[in-house]
């Protein structure tokens, strides 16, 4: 539905670095044609940003077309997918030249990286928003869901936890970070978070479930127990906490973010008893820690956070009501 | 994304007939899984809807959840494809539950038809839009393509051309209809157009080349004729034009719709000279015309506009300068 001045858009985004095998028809027709290689199956998700909901209406269109691919690509990592292709329906209030070419460098730097082929989308006129469709491969019957969880799986994260909504803070002059090297650390880790798509793949035979935590987690975790009808015990001495975090805010602040901050875009993920030394293996040479967290059980126990092997209660700021300060 | 009362739109979403076997995982976990079946090619589109731009703010809503899909249908019918998964990312300004319950049981109601299956999406708030990402299946190497056609092949047309912009301009009031037959007629001919997913699974094996019939007849045979390299004679005598939109405008303003007013979704197509006779057999039985409207010719004559054999010049809103009026 593109058209007059709208056509120029289709320009910036239409550019391959090398075509994909399976891709038989890209951009240019009614459809995109593509090719499923046998014995894989396609994981397929779909994820809307709206400037001033999902992103700061300032952000750099640089950061913003890294972040925007990042975020869906941490879809299909937990999952364990390969990915391949993506569809990008952008709405923008006008045409931007400068905005267009550093949001579509830094889109396709991404995309070229990780071997993906641009399949087609739409550019309308409206206030700034975009809806990716990102499509990957998994081979049959591997893929990572978040229902596979049993009592006595072992929970892991990816990463560390909470940097994320520090360096939104920061962004937004909630926080002070006075080290410029900590500062720049959270920062980056909102506006550029890692897609674990390696992760995602190694976990593919070792892991029970998993889910990317996107809202904080607290609120993921709690999908997977629903999903696969288990509880959980969650050690916070044990959660993952960078340096940076640790040193620029209050440890209460810093449970807070780690537990419901959002926009971490680590995995959390279950792992049998059993597989647990083939993980070290599989994760170890990724340059990613991987921590365990606590363990599943039965539902009946629900979601139970822990200090030193008791139980203590955490409001959703992360306020350790019960715990000595 | 959805949090807070936006969670509860999920709902009206989460409804499904009856599970397509392709279908692994739908939605409820990060990506959706599913399987293409083996010698079938993946067909994607992706649309994006704005509110006052592709529709009119004040559409009934029944009426906006059937097109959304009905125009991305049309995509699909373009390439030949058989219909199978949708994913719908919605904008919404806020919770207007009859609304909802309005739009989504209008748009079940067409996937149903079509045996189609809604594998994911996201629902965000802010100004009214939407994007659709169609999925479809068609046997491998048996797509239409814009690229296929050649000099000598035959043009053709499903249904009537122009309707759809005159039951715009009957909504926009800036057309006046006194017969109540024609002016509903014309009307749902712009709110609920019928996808031709028959007709373009018809022509598989038949049709040089195909594009659906969105912008207008002029804007989208361009397409073929760029994608194939090819020119092409249209005989403006031949055009389909609809009882009602003859009864009801001047034939100047009908041509003029019917080339260039958007918005038909009907398929132009073209076809070897050796499978016309086959044309009759696969298109005959499905109760929609198909109009031979011209013929391919050399590249170098572009696109030519004729009446009774003889070249004619007719600007974009469809006036024939040369011809009597």
Redesign the interface.
């Known amino acids: ?1 593109a ?1 007059g001045e709208f056509s120029l858009i289709a320009r910036y985004f239409d550019r391959v670095r090398r075509a994909r095998a399976d891709v ?2 890209g951009i ?9 290689p ?1 014995k894989q ?8 940003l ?1 400037s001033g ?2 992103f700061l209406a300032d952000i750099d269109p640089a950061d913003l077309g890294y972040k925007a691919l990042a975020v869906n690509l941490s ?2 990592a ?2 364990g ?1 390969d990915p391949a ?1 993506l ?3 952008l ?1 923008l209030p006008g045409v931007d030249e400068p905005w267009l070419e550093a949001f579509s460098d830094s889109l396709f730097e991404l995309l070229n990286y990780y071997d993906m082929q641009l ?4 550019t ?4 700034l ?1 975009m ?1 990716l ?1 990102i ?2 491969l ?1 081979p ?1 019957g591997r ?1 990572l ?3 596979g969880a049993k009592p006595g799986d072992w929970i892991y994260v990816t990463g560390t936890l909470g940097d994320s909504a520090a360096g939104l803070a920061v962004l937004q002059q909630r926080l002070t970070v006075n080290d410029k090297a900590a500062r720049d650390y959270l920062v980056q880790r909102h506006l550029r978070p890692t897609p674990r798509i390696l992760q995602g793949q190694g976990l593919r035979d070792l892991a029970s479930s ?3 935590l ?2 904080g987690l607290a609120s993921d975790l709690g999908h997977i127990l629903t ?1 696969s009808q288990c509880g959980a015990r969650i050690d916070l001495e044990a959660l993952p906490l960078s340096a940076a975090l640790r040193e620029s805010v209050p440890p209460a602040q810093a449970l807070g973010w780690a537990l419901s901050g959002g926009e971490d875009y680590e995995l959390c993920f279950t792992v049998p008893e059993l597989n647990r030394g083939a993980l070290d293996v599989a994760l170890g040479h990724l340059g990613v820690a991987f921590t365990c967290i606590g363990q599943m059980c039965a539902p009946s126990d629900g979601l139970v956070y822990t200090r030193h092997g008791e139980p203590v209660t955490v409001d959703e700021k992360g306020y350790d009501h019960f715990a000595a300060r």
Chains 1, 2 share one sequence.
């Open positions: 539905m058209c038989d028809t240019g027709d009614d459809c995109a044609l593509l090719t499923v046998d199956q396609l994981a397929i998700s779909t994820d809307t709206v909901i999902h879809d299909l937990a999952m997918a292709w569809t990008l329906a709405t399949i087609g989308g739409d309308t006129r409206g206030p928003s809806t469709g499509h990957g998994i049959a893929a869901t978040r229902s998993a889910i990317d996107s809202d999903a």
